[in-house]
């Protein structure tokens, strides 16, 4: 029996591992195969690069679904501006922020005291099934290098610093927030 208006044939038999080309034929199955290819895309608005060892760590007692959103407000709670921000990736990033001037900046060109100056980005990690293990970093740039990656240059923020402050206050309000599991593992 032929289908018109599909141009496919229905019949009883089964498939042998021979005909297993003729799936492709069909344009249904094809159009399906392209719609599951094109919802494995590989594409992340997250660095490619890890948040340093030194960086803040902790748990929350959260999703990262709901931690995400919750940073992007703090970040510009502190009058910070935001830079990137993704809840699906969990991935929260500010703009070079002027800590004695208290301006942002969106280029490290328009940065004039590099020692002030610094970089908030914030990973929310699922860690156990409701909880988030939260990455703050907190980074500055002690010098101007255009032959080299922004990363590549960035240091994080010694404890005496202002930005470290930022950072230190953003995982309080957190730590509020959402709270932390009894047993969890933090890093200093």
Not at 1 to 26: I, K, P, Q, Y
Request: overall charge positive.
């Amino acid at each position: 029996m032929r289908n018109a208006e599909r141009g496919t044939r229905n019949s009883r038999a089964s498939f042998a591992a021979s005909d297993l080309t003729l799936l492709f034929r069909v344009p249904t199955s094809a159009f399906r195969l392209c719609l599951v290819l094109a919802a494995c895309t590989p594409v992340t608005t997250r660095p490619d690069f890890l948040p340093d060892p030194q960086a803040s760590r902790v748990v929350l007692d959260a999703r990262p679904e709901r931690v995400t959103p919750e940073i992007a407000a703090l970040v510009a709670a502190e009058s910070l501006q935001v830079e990137r921000v993704n809840v699906r990736d969990g991935y929260v990033e500010t703009a070079w922020y002027d800590t004695r001037s208290h301006r942002s900046f969106r280029g490290t060109r328009d940065v004039s005291d590099l020692a002030a100056t610094v970089k908030i980005r914030c990973w929310a990690d699922p860690y156990v099934p409701g909880q988030t293990r939260l990455t703050v970093e907190a980074v500055y740039r002690p010098r101007y290098d255009p032959s080299r990656t922004e990363r590549d240059l960035e240091v994080i923020v010694p404890k005496t610093h202002a930005g470290h402050a930022i950072a230190d206050s953003l995982v309080a309000a957190l730590r509020k927030r959402f709270g932390t599991p009894s047993s969890s593992p933090t890093a200093p």
